[in-house]
C-alpha cells in the first residue's frame, strides 16, 4: 500500500498552486514523520482521546483514554489495531534521569518511559502540566501533540463573545426600562407626597 504525505507541499503540486523547489521538496518529505499523534479532550466532560495515524493506516484512528485504567490498555489497543507494531511505548520528555537506580531501558533519548501500569490520569496530568508526550512506535518517536487549555477553552470563550454580542442591545433596552420606571416611581411618589 503506497502511502502519500499529507504535507501542504503535497497537496499544493497536486492542485498545481505551486511549484516549490527541489531542495524544499526533499526538505519536507524528510522532516514529515511517517505517523501523527494528537492528544484532544472532547465534550463537555472532557473526554480525552489519542488519534494516532498509524504505519499501517490512511487516516487517523481514534483511542479514547479512560482515565482510571493504566496506559497499558491504550498501548494494547494500539498494537490490536496495527498489527505491524511490534514496540510501543509512552515517553515524557520533561522528566529527568536523576536517580541512579533507574536502568537504561527506562531512560530514551526524549526522556524517562512511562510503566505501563501507571495509571492514564496521571500520564494525563503530567502531559498537560509540561506540555510534552512522545510516542514511540516501532523505534520511531511521534511527539504528541496535546491540545492545550487555550485551545480548549476557544471555542467556549467564542460562543461567549456571540453571546454578549446578543445580549448586548438586550441590556441597552434594560437599562432604558430601568430608568422610565425609577422616573415613573419617583413621579408617582412626587404626587403621593403632594396629594
Same mark, same amino acid.
Do not use: C
Given at each position: 500500500?503506497?502511502? @502519500?504525505?499529507?504535507?501542504?507541499?503535497? +497537496?499544493?503540486?497536486?492542485?498545481?498552486? @505551486?511549484? &516549490?523547489?527541489?531542495?524544499?521538496?526533499?526538505?519536507?518529505?524528510?522532516?514529515? &514523520? !511517517?505517523?501523527?499523534?494528537?492528544?484532544? @479532550?472532547?465534550?463537555?466532560?472532557?473526554?480525552? @482521546?489519542?488519534?494516532?495515524?498509524?504505519?499501517?493506516?490512511?487516516?487517523?484512528?481514534?483511542?479514547?483514554?479512560?482515565?482510571?485504567?493504566? /496506559?497499558?490498555?491504550?498501548?494494547?489497543?494500539?498494537?490490536?489495531?496495527?498489527?505491524?507494531?511490534?514496540? /510501543?511505548?509512552?515517553?515524557? !520528555?520533561?522528566?529527568?534521569?536523576?536517580? !541512579? !537506580?533507574?536502568?537504561?531501558?527506562?531512560?530514551?533519548?526524549?526522556?524517562?518511559?512511562?510503566?505501563?501500569?501507571?495509571?492514564?490520569?496521571?500520564?494525563?496530568?503530567?502531559?498537560?502540566?509540561?506540555?510534552?508526550?512522545?510516542?514511540? /512506535?516501532?523505534?520511531?518517536?511521534? &511527539?504528541?501533540?496535546?491540545?492545550?487549555?487555550?485551545?480548549?477553552?476557544? &471555542?467556549?470563550?467564542?460562543?461567549?463573545?456571540?453571546?454578549?454580542?446578543?445580549?448586548?442591545? +438586550?441590556?441597552?433596552?434594560?437599562?432604558?426600562?430601568?430608568? +422610565?420606571?425609577?422616573?415613573?416611581?419617583?413621579?408617582?411618589?412626587?404626587?403621593?407626597?403632594?396629594?
Amino acid at each position: 500500500m503506497k502511502r @502519500f504525505p499529507t504535507s501542504n507541499f503535497y +497537496l499544493h503540486s497536486r492542485l498545481n498552486l @505551486f511549484r &516549490p523547489t527541489a531542495s524544499y521538496a526533499r526538505f519536507l518529505s524528510s522532516n514529515l &514523520p !511517517s505517523v501523527h499523534a494528537n492528544l484532544k @479532550f472532547v465534550g463537555e466532560h472532557d473526554i480525552p @482521546f489519542l488519534y494516532v495515524l498509524l504505519p499501517s493506516a490512511d487516516s487517523p484512528v481514534s483511542f479514547r483514554i479512560s482515565k482510571l485504567k493504566p /496506559i497499558s490498555h491504550i498501548l494494547a489497543a494500539i498494537q490490536e489495531e496495527d498489527k505491524t507494531i511490534t514496540k /510501543i511505548a509512552l515517553f515524557d !520528555s520533561s522528566l529527568s534521569n536523576t536517580d !541512579s !537506580s533507574t536502568e537504561k531501558s527506562d531512560v530514551g533519548a526524549i526522556g524517562v518511559r512511562w510503566a505501563r501500569s501507571t495509571s492514564a490520569e496521571d500520564v494525563l496530568a503530567v502531559a498537560l502540566k509540561h506540555g510534552s508526550l512522545v510516542l514511540e /512506535i516501532n523505534d520511531e518517536k511521534i &511527539p504528541v501533540k496535546i491540545q492545550t487549555l487555550e485551545e480548549r477553552l476557544k &471555542p467556549i470563550q467564542e460562543k461567549l463573545a456571540l453571546l454578549h454580542v446578543e445580549i448586548e442591545p +438586550l441590556e441597552i433596552k434594560k437599562k432604558t426600562l430601568d430608568q +422610565l420606571a425609577k422616573n415613573s416611581a419617583s413621579r408617582m411618589t412626587w404626587l403621593g407626597l403632594v396629594a
